[in-house]
């Protein structure tokens, strides 16, 4: 499955960056939540499945220490070239989310923004568990997803992913060893459900 969606975004890296590889794509809402969240952060930040690293970069010109990760090297490309250094020095690596190169314990935060989505339900606990690993105690997760009303597959304009009800996605997190502290929802016309759990690394 990583393979499938790293050669599915790999092929269409740079429309993804166009399009949505810059914080001008991001709901203020969403910004918002992100930076109150990275505020109340102490040690260094993991932006994991950082795509083009429009994230990673705002986060490290807040003033945080932040690497960002992602398994399409030409993600990881652009993100070096565009923001690597500019005004900040960031450290983007390719690498993958079920297996992170970082370890026990050396973040305290990870944001995880539309980046487990295309993980099959079953194969979720994966990168849960990277996450918990690498967090120090009381360390915090932010993920951002599709939230639904069931588990389901659905056809995302890059490759297959899921939509999550919260309920769901916080008995997970709560197995995987996490504390959940906040949830967000949001629901437009014309745009898919918006979920966003924090959680805190127990
Ligand atoms: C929807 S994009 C989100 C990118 C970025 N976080 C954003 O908000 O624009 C999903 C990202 O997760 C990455 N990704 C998905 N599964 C991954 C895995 N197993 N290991 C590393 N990266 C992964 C993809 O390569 C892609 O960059």
New binding site residues.
């Given amino acids: 499955m ?1 393979e499938r ?2 050669r599915a ?1 790999s092929a269409r890296a740079d429309e993804y960056t166009a399009v ?2 810059s914080m001008d794509a991001v709901h203020p809402d969403d910004r918002a939540l992100v930076d109150a969240w990275a505020a109340g952060r102490r040690g260094p930040l993991l ?1 994991a ?4 690293g ?2 990673t970069a705002h986060l490290a010109r807040q003033g945080n220490r932040v690497i960002g ?4 090297p030409a ?1 990881v490309e652009h993100a070096r070239r565009t923001h690597g250094a500019v005004d900040v020095d960031i450290d983007f690596r390719v ?4 297996a992170l190169p970082f370890g026990d314990g050396s973040v305290d935060g990870v944001l995880a ?7 099959e339900p079953p194969r979720i606990g994966g ?1 849960l568990a990277e996450f918990r690993r690498v967090l120090s105690p009381g360390g915090g997760l932010l993920l ?1 997803f599709f939230e639904g009303p069931a588990v389901e597959a659905f056809d995302h304009a890059v490759v297959t992913a899921f939509r999550w009800p919260v309920p769901s996605l916080a008995a997970l997190l709560n197995e995987a060893g996490f504390d959940v502290v906040d949830v967000h929802t949001r629901s437009a016309p014309g745009h898919r459900p918006h979920g966003a759990v924090s959680a805190v690394r127990r």
């Fill in positions: 990583t969606v790293t975004y949505l590889g932006d499945g950082c795509g083009p429009h994230w990760i992602d398994a399409v993600f690498g993958s989310l079920d923004w539309y980046s487990v989505i295309h993980h990168p951002g």
